[in-house]
């Protein structure tokens, strides 16, 4: 009744009935907390319903509180943030549980204190002003933006904390407002908020807030149950103020008001209410009697009360548990002591008795050996209740609080502070005069305002203390409370006073702050600790601070007097964020750091620390077991655990704790090279074997086998490393050695066995190159001549044709070895050494692996020495499990290369199938290190795919996983920072070719590319990638439209993309396709150039023209000649007015249907970018995303083209250059004019023609060729044609035609001159003037130029062949050459 429901602090799982379920929380396998549920009446059908690992990965929060709704259809998770600042304000994520029993995440509301459900689908939360106040409470409903919840209550009062609880039976909704000595309580039903979504319910108020009175109510039945501390006679609170007993009352639920309020049961005069539990037939009271805790089971049938028996005879704290079912017999009592595990016990309320219990993690301490009991001190003719823990070294004290009730509570604040002080210095006055100890060993810790207590302790007799611990304390309250913009200045008043209006008040506080009594040096300081947080709002940290500060400043503090003054700021921390107050010891922090890190070395490192500073070897146990089968363990990391084992009582009788030794150097061994661990290891299984205690080698016989152990290590230990060139020759000896041993000690038919074995072991020594050889050599001379002396001669020399070929190569070795010690062990001299070895046949494969392995002992992180050395694996051997074994080591190595995961998942396919590939493959894809980058998790995605390619084609898997898994990894892909793509797209091109080859795949693989561009953007491989994809499986069409859309992109090489549209139309396409194409690439191209004038203020040279036009191009209807000088002209054309007019009109589709007018605007720029903006709608007037608009500049289309591919609501935004009609495009109009003389130039005709309107171009061919003058308008062009025609230029009368096309030049319309007869002359003259319409005469300036020639009949003969216009150009110019000057 007193407080919100909290989580239980004991560990799970500990069940709770709510309904049809049963719902409890347990811990995984890997540490995190599952939140569970599972059917009352069965057992086996639990759901997991959130998952605390999850939910740290995917929101980067961890959880505080749940609860369930009453339909159990909805959970809310209280959460904070796991990377972020310890603030007080959490985040409420509401989740729907669906049929299947999965959890899905519906919406997150931010800035909430606390919650509780209200109906199925309403809930009610707290909110924190400035001032740290909760003081406001919202009704949300579930599934409707956080915006639209009704405030249902506010509090003005700044004194007032806030909260919203409900009551037991589910019917009334409790609005309290509450300060540290009064409170407010209003009421409304459940069903009102249900009727009244959208306005505020109407509450009733049960008594007006009076100082000195506390109440809080609960409602079963028809009554509301109060307990208060409220007086039957209002005139009894002048007498003694706030310091009332509490009793519990009942009222009516139709008029609950104070006056109303009567008596429903009392307790005995030495007894105090401290909390009440209301249950259908039965109220649960928890009392103080005495200072000890005491449950009072009040029976409403009956009209009874019993008590119940507690644990610990009371020295304990209690507190209610869970207890949400209201019609129960079982209630739940929380139990908390010093020298026990904390534990929830259920008490049958019908019976009293203890019917179930749960308990915490082990305190790993001997409870038996510690003797808990209450002592009582006397301070100014007051008992102070103390705790005393008792062991025969140490004794621990407690005291403070509330032990004694309210009225002692009260007793020690605002006036009365300093009898807080006074009480916990007779308390160590008690401790030190009773011998119980020394001010050598005690000590004394605080938190936040206990530490207020402490310091001034401290200030009054430092000589009682040894130590002292200060958790953010509150050591400047006379500061904080003259500061009315602290959060809570106002709200602790009625704790300590207000010295800002009160003198005596003001006196008070500064007769006992810490800070304000610090005294000169002394000589008998304690050592103290101080911690603060960077982010308390409550105690600041700038207190603690400066009093340590201080008292640096007043001196004690050095190495003379011995005490240390420690002060520890936590940067991200809050005030109940603080170490001090998490009692896990950072254990549960490191453990989610796990969860979201697997591959992390050092969160492994203080995990572990933790685990062994609590002397949890299990634990520690389990997280060794789980960093190893994640990381490779160095030897260092490995002798210390083996010394936490040995370090276990009595560990060589131990079957456990050896066989965890042997583990551990099997561990070691297996993840590298290393001849010291293998003679480390050796001495422990000897040091077994040959104890002189006969139980230690029992032991070891159990755990090592009944074999000759010794035998069979150092025989493990030489195939281990014998190639060692520099470093097997010890190992190799003792094996020896020990070999001799035995057969020194054998019968004749075992001697036999052991000389046979031995002389193989030299025989194949003799054959390894190794630096001992020459040793080597004569220990095998020695053998033989002790053991086979009679074939010596013959042995010798065959052992000396093997030794002389293994001197030649010991002496190619020692060149390499020597190279290898000047270059430190770098993998390029081993590179090198290995290269050279490969080439000779004589080497043995071992060898060469040996090699790879000396060099990971330096280069354990490279990358490249893994891959070749499992490579060289694969090939070497026939055993291909050699390389399988070698690329799990790799991993653990390096976790985050892709490279080395595809090839761990292509050999676990190759050794054990499709089904252990995708269980690598999904290790892959769950660790950070790789998803972290885009390159290395699409390295392993690669590898996945191909093995489902295979398994494809083998029918071992279904075109519809592949296509699903293609998707998949995708999506994981593409999820990931786009900074670490592949410039190569390898990833993507092997996703989308699988998909390709996979029926009804190909729509698949184009949405996948269509993707892939949009999240690329500016990635010219990956257009170009999807252009070939369009290639191979689309149309001339499609790729044309890939290009089109990609040349409109700021893409990084933009003229490889041109270089190949070009092609790809030079190939496929006809004029009109080509000329549109070089049409948007000068177009980009001069866009692009204004962008880099914009961004380096220099102007750039103007862009190069579009290729001109390759041979074998096909023109529909025309002479093949002609168009290529035709393409020539106008594509140099269009380049040159490509830079001038640019189109200011854009297309814009893919908006938000949602969008208006302005928001377009806004989106291009502004008003300052747009000129107008003009929406698409349909016939029926709706708009669909599409937009047309003006720019003003060309600097605003650059801007606006930028944006295109930009996402708006999950909507990709395509932006392109507008063209008015693109299946219709007309040319612009032309005028042909012809009759002009040969010396008239194109500037001439211009000049008339621009007094008609705006001139485009003038062009010809050569001279004497019709003109061809292109207006802007059609209106121009008519107004040109009646100027030009008729008009006479340089004596000659110029004829003008309309055409309503831009022909090509070589294309126009030919003159119909009919061939001269035969034998007769042409002559060619000066067209002149035509005699039926008038002449118009123009002042235009002219060249100078000769009169024209005069008409010679003879001076071009006859002709028997048709002519052609380049046969009259030729007769002109000869007979003009002939012509006087």
């Known amino acids: 009744m007193l407080r919100a429901t909290e989580v239980e602090k004991v560990p799970p799982p500990i069940e709770t009935q709510s309904g049809n379920f049963v719902y409890y929380s347990k811990t995984s396998t890997n540490g995190s907390k599952l939140y569970c549920r599972r059917l009352v009446a069965n057992a086996n059908s639990e759901q997991i319903l959130v998952d605390s690992s999850m939910l740290a990965a995917e929101h980067g929060c961890e959880i505080k509180n749940v609860l369930v709704s009453d339909n159990h259809r909805y959970i809310g998770c209280m959460v904070t943030d796991n990377d972020g600042p310890h603030t007080e304000t959490c985040n409420l994520m ?77 019917k009334f909704i409790i609005i309290n407002s509450s300060t540290l000595d009064s409170s407010e309580v209003r009421v ?125 005879r009371g020295n304990c704290v209690v507190r209610p548990g869970a207890n949400p079912q209201f019609d129960t017999t079982i209630a739940r009592l929380s139990f908390s002591s010093p020298v026990h595990m904390d534990s929830v016990i259920e008490y049958n309320l019908k019976t009293l008795k203890a019917c179930k219990q749960w308990a915490s993690v082990p305190l790993h301490m001997d409870t038996d050996e510690y003797v808990i009991h209450r002592e009582c001190v006397e301070n100014n003719n007051v008992s102070i209740p103390m705790t005393l823990i008792h062991h025969k070294s140490v004794d621990l004290a407690h005291g403070g609080g509330s032990e004694l009730g309210r009225e002692w509570y009260s007793a020690g604040k605002g006036q009365n502070k300093s009898n807080s002080v006074s009480d916990l210095l007779h308390c160590a006055q008690s401790l030190l005069e009773r011998g119980w100890t020394t001010p050598e060993k005690l000590a004394v810790a605080g938190i936040s305002a206990g530490g207020l207590v402490v310091g001034a302790a401290l200030n009054r007799s430092p000589e009682y203390f040894r130590a002292a611990a200060l958790h953010v304390p509150f050591v400047d309250p006379l500061s904080a409370m003259l500061n009315p913009d602290l959060p809570l200045t106002k709200v602790e008043t009625a704790e300590w006073g207000n010295p800002a209006t009160s003198v005596s008040d003001y006196k008070t506080i500064q007769s006992y702050a810490p800070y304000d009594n610090i005294r000169n040096a002394r000589s008998d300081r304690p050592s103290i600790l101080v911690t603060a947080g960077g982010l308390d709002q409550r105690v600041s940290v700038w207190q603690p601070a ?89 030897e260092d990391l490995v002798l210390e655990w083996v010394a936490d084992e040995e370090a276990q009582p009595d560990y060589l009788l131990s079957e456990t704790v050896l066989t965890n030794i042997v583990d551990l150097y099997e561990l070691a061994l297996r993840d590298r090279l290393s001849v010291i661990m293998w003679q480390r290891y050796i001495d422990f299984i000897a040091g077994l074997v040959r104890s002189r205690i006969a139980n230690v080698r029992d032991t070891a016989t159990v755990v090592l086998g009944s074999g000759d152990a010794i035998l069979l290590v150092l025989r493990r230990a030489i195939d281990a490393t014998c190639t060692h060139y520099l470093q097997s020759q010890a190992l190799w000896s003792q094996y020896c050695d020990y070999i001799e041993q035995k057969i020194s000690k054998a019968d004749d038919k075992d001697k036999s066995e052991l000389i046979e074995l031995l002389q193989a072991v030299f025989l194949e020594r003799l054959a390894q190159p190794h630096t001992g050889l020459e040793d080597t050599f004569a220990m095998y001379s020695e053998f033989t001549t002790k053991y086979n002396e009679a074939h010596y001669e013959q042995q010798m020399v065959e052992a000396n044709k093997m030794v002389s070929n293994t001197r030649a190569q010991c002496k190619l070795r020692n060149s390499f070895e020597d190279s290898l010690i000047a270059s430190g062990g770098s993998w390029h001299a081993y590179a090198q050494y290995i290269d050279r070895l490969a080439k000779d046949k004589r080497t043995n494969p071992n060898e060469i692996s040996m090699l790879y392995e000396r060099a990971l002992v330096y280069n354990c992180y490279v990358v ?106 995708m999506d994981i892909a593409y999820s990931l920072d786009m900074n ?138 025309g002479n093949d000649l002609m168009a290529e000088s035709a393409n020539a002209n106008v594509a140099s054309h269009e380049t040159s007015k490509a830079a001038e007019d640019i189109n200011t009109t854009i297309y814009i589709k893919g908006l938000p249907s949602t969008y208006t007018t302005t928001q ?177 005469k123009v002042n235009v300036q002219t ?24 046969d009259f150009r030729q007769i002109f110019l000869n007979s003009k050459s002939d012509s006087p000057t």
Request: one cysteine or more; a neutral charge.
């Open 864 to 969: 490249e020495i893994w891959s070749e050395y499992i490579s060289f694996l694969d090939g070497a051997f026939d055993d291909k499990s050699l390389a399988l074994k070698t690329a799990h080591r790799a991993i653990r190595n390096c976790p985050w290369s892709g490279k080395l995961w595809a090839q761990t998942i292509h050999f676990t396919f190759v050794q054990a199938g499709k089904d252990q590939a995708e269980e690598a493959f999904m290790r892959a894809s769950s660790t950070h290190a790789v998803t972290y980058s885009m390159v290395e998790f699409g390295q392993a995605a690669v590898a996945w795919i191909a093995v489902l390619r295979l398994s494809v084609a083998a029918n071992l898997s279904s075109e519809s996983d592949l296509l699903a898994e293609c998707e998949k990894c």
């Open 1343 to 1366: 060249r100078a130029s000769g009169p024209a020639p005069a008409a010679d009949s003879s001076s071009v003969a006859a002709s028997d062949k048709k002519m052609t216009n380049s």
């Open 980 to 1117: 670490t793509a592949d410039p190569l797209l390898f990833f993507e091109r092997c996703c989308t070719n699988a998909v390709s080859e996979v029926s009804e795949g190909v729509e698949v693989a184009r949405k996948m590319w269509i993707r892939i561009c949009k999240a690329r953007k500016v990635c010219t491989e990956a257009w170009l990638l999807s252009v070939g994809f369009e290639k191979v499986h689309g149309t001339v069409s499609s790729t044309r439209s890939v290009y089109r859309h990609a040349a409109q992109r700021k893409l990084d090489s933009p003229e490889r993309l041109f270089d190949s549209w070009l092609a790809f139309e030079n190939s496929v396409g006809y004029v009109p396709e080509i000329y549109a194409a070089e049409r948007v690439i000068n177009a980009q191209r001069h866009l692009i150039q204004r962008k880099m004038e914009q961004e380096t203020n220099v102007p750039a040279k103007r862009p190069r023209s579009a290729t001109p036009e390759p041979a074998n191009m096909q023109v529909s209807g």
């Open 188 to 312: 409304f039903p459940v069903s009102d908020i249900v009727l009244e979504k959208a306005g505020k319910p109407n509450t009733k108020l049960l008594r007006s807030r009076q100082r000195g009175v506390e109440y809080f109510a609960d409602h079963y039945g028809e009554e509301f149950v109060i307990l208060t501390n409220s007086p039957l006679d209002d005139s009894l609170l002048s007498l003694k103020g706030h310091t009332l007993p509490f009793r519990l009352m009942k009222a009516p639920s139709a008029c609950p008001e104070s006056g109303n309020w009567r008596e429903l049961l009392s307790v005995a005069d030495d007894e105090k209410i401290e909390d009440v539990e209301i249950f259908r037939d039965y109220i649960m009271i928890t009392v103080k009697r005495q200072g000890r805790p005491a449950v009072i089971v009040h029976d409403r049938v009956a009209n009874t009360n019993a008590e119940l028996q507690l644990p610990n």
């Open 1160 to 1336: 377009i605007e806004e989106f291009l720029g502004g008003s300052a970018s747009v000129d107008n903006v003009a929406p698409i709608t349909d016939k029926q007037g709706e708009f669909h995303g599409q937009a047309k608009a003006v720019l003003k500049s060309a600097a605003a289309v650059i801007a606006a083209l930028d944006k295109n591919g930009t996402s708006i609501d999950g909507r990709f935004v395509s932006i392109h250059i507008y063209k008015s009609d693109h299946r219709s495009h007309r040319k612009p109009p032309v005028v042909e004019v012809c009759g002009f003389a040969t010396g008239t130039s194109n500037k001439q005709i211009e000049e008339i023609a621009k007094s008609a309107g705006t001139v485009i171009r003038v062009r010809r061919n050569q001279p004497g060729d019709t003109a061809f003058v292109t207006m802007k308008t059609y209106q121009d062009a008519v107004k040109a044609k009646d100027a030009l025609d008729g008009c006479e230029v340089d004596g000659e009368q110029l004829r003008a035609t309309l055409t309503s096309s831009d022909a090509n030049l070589k294309s126009a319309p030919k003159r119909q001159d009919k061939a001269p007869p035969q034998g007769k002359a042409v002559v060619l003259a000066p067209r002149k003037a035509a005699t039926k319409r008038p002449v118009k």
């Open 546 to 634: 400066k009093w340590v500060a201080r008292l640096r400043d007043r001196g004690g503090y050095s190495s003379a007097t011995g005490a240390q003054l420690l002060f520890f700021p936590r940067r991200n921390e809050g005030h109940f964020y603080s170490e001090a107050n998490r009692d896990d010891g950072g254990y549960i922090k490191v453990h989610s750091l796990l969860e979201k890190t697997p591959y992390d070395y050092s969160i492994y490192i203080q995990w572990i620390k933790l685990l062994r500073e609590v002397g949890d070897i299990e634990s520690m146990r389990a997280a060794r077991q789980q960093m190893c089968s994640n990381l490779s363990v160095p």
């Open 94 to 170: 509401v989740y729907l549980i669906e049929d299947t029993g999965k959890a899905k995440h519906l919406e997150t509301l931010t800035d909430v204190f606390n919650f509780v459900f209200g109906t199925d689908e309403m809930l009610f939360y707290t909110v924190l002003n400035d001032k740290l106040r909760a003081h406001k409470i919202c009704c949300h409903q579930i599934g409707k933006p956080q915006h639209t919840d009704t405030d249902i209550f506010t509090e003005q009062d700044d004194e007032c904390f806030v909260d919203v609880t409900r009551t037991k039976d589910a």
